[in-house]
């Protein structure tokens, strides 16, 4: 999507601190850290938010949580492990409407989440 700033980050017309990126997925640190180590998984086809995920695409979304969990290892977090998110629309506080797994870790976190 032309306008989208993850599509842009994809594109290489933003630029990002690239993690990872295959043919259907890219991972990149995020520009606003929450956690000593804060990362984002986002698919390469524009899916707008977690809601409007399609049955197709549930194993795309597998694969995305897999590489999330491969990359914390890699940064650090395997033994500890970390928080695996994702906001979905307004109520769930999202502000890139692409959809996105975020990994937070290097810290602990309380539950429930505020
Ligand atoms: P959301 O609030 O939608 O779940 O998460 C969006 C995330 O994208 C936020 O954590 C925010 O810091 C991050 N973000 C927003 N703009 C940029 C950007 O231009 N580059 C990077 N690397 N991260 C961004
Ligand atoms: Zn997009």
């Known amino acids: 999507m032309s306008d989208c700033l993850f599509c842009k980050i994809i594109a290489g017309d933003i630029q990002s601190k690239k993690l990872y990126e295959d043919d ?17 998984v986002i698919p390469k086809k524009h899916i707008n938010n ?22 914390a290892a890699q ?6 492990g ?13 502000t890139v409407d692409h959809l996105h797994v975020h990994f937070l870790g290097g810290r602990i976190f309380d539950w429930p989440a505020g």
Do not use: W, Y
């Not at 940064?75 to 500890?80: D, E, L, S, V």
């Open 24 to 40: 259907e997925m890219f991972a990149f640190f995020d520009i606003n850290p929450m956690a000593p180590v804060h990362f984002l």
């Open 82 to 94: 970390g928080r695996f998110v994702i906001n979905a629309k307004s109520d769930g506080g999202q």
């Open 50 to 71: 977690l809601m409007e995920l399609e049955s197709d695409d549930t194993g795309l979304l597998g694969r995305m949580f897999f590489k999330a969990k491969e990359l």
């Open 75 to 80: 940064q650090g977090c395997g033994k500890n």
